[in-house]
């Protein structure tokens, strides 16, 4: 039961608001606007972290372009290792997220078990397939871009011997090497292309050590131009260039700066954009499961010239590599 005193001021207080209603007039509820629930995106990261200057601080620059949206907050988790992986997955189903997203080839196998547990979340995989209804799964064409990569490579080399240097022995990485050897062939033919590897497990993407040996190896064996699809390894091979006499093409972020006049170009892998386009379809309620490849025609994949080595790229460098773009675009 209400006290007495907080009832008597209650009484006097709508009688006071009666009163200054206009003769007449009946007292209407303003329409009220719900405001439209946010969405929560959960993205997991790959193995590395943070700060690899490559595939996830690609990602965390679309984290950061969704968190301007309005009505969108995401959640990001940094897994310590690949087993990691799926507890933060599980995380985000359990936490009711409107969009999951597990980013590289180690989220594979925890992204199909979560989501068959949890049917009616819809998850984004980035790097690789899984084939389930409610799992986007989008792909880059690595090879398109390593092609480009390769051409840069095949045109600036001077000693006519270039050089590659993958992380984990896989099948992504792969598509890097034929992509690459392919580019450096289509522009010069006479070019050999020697190839290195850091292992084959996942600790092959996160050694810049090894980088660092390899990357000598290769300008040792006559390589003065080196491109690497190796994550936090490749820094090691950056950091390597700097002291040598060799020149390095990066990838998955814009890495020209991390050695100016070092690195003549980075591939640029647009995990921006593959965020982006998983975000809309759960924004515009179009999200189904399938395989959405994206590559130089679809701005998921480009090429970053270093403005530190402009001299480098003459007017007959840049001729030819507008014609190996048009014939990427082409084919």
């Known amino acids: 039961m209400m006290p007495r005193s907080r009832a008597s001021l209650l009484v006097t207080v709508l009688a006071l608001a009666i009163a200054v209603l206009p003769a007449g007039s009946i007292a ?5 606007t719900e405001p439209r629930p946010a969405l929560r995106i ?3 990261l790959s193995i590395g972290g943070l700060q690899d200057h490559a595939y996830n601080d690609a990602t965390y620059a679309g984290v950061q372009n969704l968190r301007q949206r309005p009505g969108c907050l995401v959640d990001v988790i940094e897994p310590g290792d690949a087993a990691a992986i799926e507890p933060a997955l599980e995380h985000f189903a359990r936490q009711g997220h409107d969009l999951i997203v597990g980013v590289g080839i180690f ?3 925890p992204i199909r078990r979560v989501a068959e547990r949890h049917p009616d979340r819809a998850f984004a995989l980035f790097d690789s397939v899984v084939t389930l209804p409610n799992v986007l ?8 871009g390593s092609f480009y990569a390769g051409a840069v490579a095949g045109l600036l080399t001077r000693s006519q011997t270039v050089g590659f240097l993958g992380g984990m022995v896989s099948p992504i990485i792969k598509c890097f090497e034929s992509g690459f050897q392919k580019g450096v062939t289509f522009v010069n033919p006479k070019a050999r292309v020697l190839v290195r590897y850091a292992g084959d497990t996942p600790a092959a993407f996160h050694s810049p050590e090894i980088g660092s040996r390899l990357g000598r190896e290769l300008a040792e064996a006559g390589a003065d131009l080196i491109f690497h699809a190796a994550g936090r390894t490749g820094l090691g091979l950056i950091q390597a260039a700097r002291q040598g006499r060799f020149l390095v093409i990066g ?3 814009d890495q020209t700066t ?3 006049g070092k690195i003549v170009a980075s591939l640029v892998k647009r995990l921006d954009v593959a965020l982006d386009r998983a975000f809309r379809t759960v ?3 179009r999200f189904k499961g399938g395989v959405l490849t994206l ?3 679809d701005a998921g994949i480009e090429l970053v010239l270093s403005r530190f080595n402009k001299d480098r790229f003459t007017s007959l460098v840049q001729d030819r590599l507008r014609e190996v773009e048009a014939f990427l675009l082409h084919k």
Not at 137 to 144: A, C, D, Q
């Open 107 to 109: 989220a594979n196998e």
């Open 42 to 44: 959960g993205v997991v």
């Open 258 to 260: 991390l050695a100016p």
């Open 251 to 253: 990838v998955d972020g």
């Open 295 to 297: 590559g130089l025609a």
């Open 137 to 144: 799964s989008i792909l880059f064409n690595e090879e398109e």
């Open 283 to 285: 924004a515009e309620g």
């Open 28 to 32: 209407r509820a303003e329409p009220r």
